[in-house]
């Protein structure tokens, strides 16, 4: 029932929020009033979060534009850590702000480096086959704690500083490791973006599952206000005998009698029920329709027939009168953030079910809900997708920033959800080589037409061709 349409949908929208909400580094503020310890202490924190993104192959932001050329490690190339400092403009920003002494340390890069290929720290996260962001972070502030505290070539290289202390290189370089930690310990924003991406793939069940318990409640509503006008003092003929065929209707009793529903209701209390206000609305607006009247009004034909019509009905109710409802879009808003956007694929989804529903001679109505997800890698096709997206995001910018034409556009004022969906894109692209390229390409740009501008549908279109020809061309794309 979930399928990789909505799955993907949800994990754009989930990522742009994210992204716009999440603060990778806390940032200290520089001391005020500093004492000689406590200044030379921050200048070298600032370089040691640039030092990192050097070693890391990074050609960091230096107000002389140079940067020393080292032979770097392809796992530490890899490793996210210096890609996210020197991307996030809290560091750069204090970095290039500050007058530290990073350039005293040019000589010992590469000298630092090759302590770092040596070090059992380094040697530990090699064994790791797929190093999440936990083990990134744990090398890094492992290196700066033993590597470079430790080491003696540092401390005399940054002798040369005139605010130089020991008491001051101890506590930056801590305050170093620190930050670092405090970027892993956000991967509770994370944490909680993908809480996000579960809850809103099972509100989008409950949203189908609530479909077809308001077609159960619309008839109860219907029924009991049938009986209520048979109590009236002046009843009319038509009010004590009224005709019963829309509350008899077969797909309605099916529905109340579902197991798989029943048991759902049990786990999910959901219902209409309480809502008068929304039932009356929807019965008004139903009993006015065409559908209803063309309805009632057909001869009697054979319990088959009138069962294959029941179905019919509620159907055509459900296009051309519930979903189109303003009081049902209201209601919706008000029960879920996530049911107004998911509306149409699961009233889509719905409607299948319904159209699926086998009807059998006795002229009853025999339903099969479809299932949360249609296999195991479906179910699981969301949280990696988002991961793929949140971990390699650096990544797949700088491919999207190699693609784009720098004299037509200024890759710093893209729209937001442009890069959001691309960056979703080419993490499908590059971890599913199962999912045919034309699959992804249209899908992508299908989300960019209806949840970006009137333009980003294009533009998306020849970005995430040309990346797939780059990556193709590398041998990274096996499609």
Aim: charged fraction near 25%; glycine fraction near 4%.
């Amino acid at each position: 029932m979930i399928n990789r349409i909505l799955i993907r949908l949800k994990v754009v929208q989930i990522l742009y929020s994210y992204l716009l909400t999440r603060n990778d580094f806390r940032i200290d503020a520089a001391p005020e009033n500093p004492t000689r310890d406590k200044k030379f202490a921050y200048a070298v924190y600032l370089d040691m979060l640039l030092l990192i993104a050097q070693m890391s192959g990074i050609r960091t932001i230096r107000r002389d534009g140079s940067m020393p050329m080292v032979d770097t490690l392809p796992q530490l190339v890899s490793n996210r850590v210096g890609r996210a400092l020197i991307e996030d403009d809290a560091v750069t920003g204090a970095a290039t702000a500050a007058h530290g002494n990073i350039k005293l340390l040019d000589p010992l890069l590469q000298q630092l480096i090759d302590a770092i290929a040596t070090s059992s720290a380094f040697r530990s996260y090699k064994k790791i086959k797929n190093p999440d962001l936990e083990d990134d972070v744990r090398l890094w502030a492992t290196v700066l704690r033993t590597i470079i505290a430790g080491n003696t070539a540092v401390q005399d290289a940054l002798r040369q500083s005139p605010n130089f202390t020991l008491a001051g290189l101890e506590k930056g370089i801590e305050q170093a490791a620190a930050t670092l930690e405090s970027y892993s310990h956000s991967r509770a924003a994370y944490l909680n973006a993908t809480r996000t991406l579960d809850t809103s793939l099972a509100k989008a069940r409950e949203l189908y599952m609530s479909i077809f318990i308001l077609i159960k409640e619309l008839t109860a509503y219907q029924l009991q206000q049938l009986e209520n006008a048979k109590e009236k003092y002046l009843a009319t003929p038509e009010e004590l005998n009224p005709d019963m065929r829309f509350v008899d209707n077969a797909l309605a009793a099916a529905i109340e009698k579902d197991a798989e529903l029943e048991l759902f209701i049990k786990d999910n209390p959901v219902s209409w029920a309480d809502d008068h206000t929304l039932l009356k609305r929807l019965m008004e607006e139903i009993l006015k329709s065409d559908i209803y009247r063309n309805y009632m009004a057909a001869p009697a034909v054979s319990p088959e027939l009138q069962a294959r019509a029941d179905c019919d009905l509620w159907r055509e109710l459900l296009k051309n009168v519930i979903f189109r409802s303003d009081a049902f879009a209201e209601a919706m808003e008000d029960r879920s953030v996530f049911w107004n956007d998911d509306l149409l694929i699961m009233g889509t989804f719905v409607l299948k079910s319904i159209r699926q529903a086998t009807v059998n001679p006795d002229g009853t109505v025999s339903l099969s809900l479809l299932p949360m997800y249609k296999d195991e890698e479906d179910a699981g096709f969301g949280a990696r997708l988002f991961r793929y997206a949140v971990d390699y995001r650096s990544q797949y910018r700088s491919y999207i920033d190699a693609c784009i034409n720098a004299e037509q556009w200024d890759t710093e004022r893209l729209a937001f959800m442009d890069i959001v969906i691309m960056t979703v894109a080419i993490a499908e692209l590059v971890n599913f080589p199962e999912i045919p390229l034309a699959v992804t390409m249209n899908e992508y740009v299908e989300i960019a037409n209806n949840y970006s501008t009137p333009k980003s549908g294009q533009f998306i279109n020849g970005i995430l061709f040309a990346i797939t020809e780059r990556l193709r061309t590398r041998g990274l794309l096996n499609k």
